[in-house]
């Protein structure tokens, strides 16, 4: 098993730019997890999925960020516009079975967006 | 107010030694999870508990519902477990159409000497 995928590793981008982190969960996995972390505020979740439905989005931080997937094995985290404030470690995290999120949960290696 | 604190936030420990980090929370819970962050970011989930006691190799989880609190042992310790140690809750609000919310603390930076 692959484990969860995700690209790119690593995104510079400027100020002002659309950015697009990419993850693939794993195979059979049914819900899905997108987290943030930074150096002021560690770990945050951010949106997650369960059927490829989002139940929680409340820790999208603003209507700048947006997050979709549109089938069982893909998932987008999208920021338009960038701003340098958002320079973080984005996780996705996978787990199965269920719709209960208490499950043990796969992470990914992370996307490091930097935002100049 | 944090909703999770953990402690101790460093600990720095020699090889072989019995180690102890702590968790305590002030929401309900669903469950309660374990996190390792290595050195070069990548995070593993460690215990996933709700109830009781869990062990995998070295590693032990404990959970206290009443008292909330929960603690993650490991027993002779190794230079290989030096990793960033995170707690994080998940606690289910009584309005059936939200979700689950996450909480996370700021983790334990554990730093074992050979």
Request: proline share 7%.
């Amino acid at each position: 098993d692959a484990g969860v995928i995700q690209s790119p590793r690593h995104e510079v981008t400027e100020m002002g730019q659309e950015v697009t982190l990419r993850c693939k969960p794993i195979s059979g996995h049914n819900s899905l997890f997108w987290y943030r972390q930074t150096m002021m505020r560690g770990l945050e979740l951010l949106i997650y999925f369960n059927n490829n439905v989002p139940i929680d989005d409340s820790g999208m931080p603003e209507d700048r960020f947006s997050a979709k997937m549109p089938n069982a094995s893909f998932s987008t985290l999208k920021i338009q516009p960038s701003e340098p404030r958002d320079s973080a470690v984005y996780f996705c995290a996978s787990s199965y079975p269920g719709t209960d999120p208490t499950y043990e949960q796969y992470f990914g290696p992370g996307t490091r967006l930097t935002v100049t | 107010k944090n909703e999770v604190e953990q402690s101790p936030q460093n600990l720095t420990a020699q090889e072989g030694e019995f180690i102890t980090i702590n968790c305590s929370y002030s929401v309900g819970i669903s469950a309660l999870h374990w996190l390792q962050q290595h050195p070069g970011g990548g995070i593993v989930s460690l215990f996933m508990l709700s109830s009781g006691k869990k062990k995998h190799g070295r590693l032990i989880a404990t959970i206290n519902i009443q008292e909330k609190h929960s603690s993650l042992h490991i027993t002779a310790s190794h230079p290989r477990d030096s990793a960033v140690y995170i707690c994080a809750v998940i606690h289910r609000p009584l309005l059936s159409n939200t979700g689950n919310q996450f909480y996370f603390g700021t983790g334990t930076s554990l730093t074992v000497i050979p």
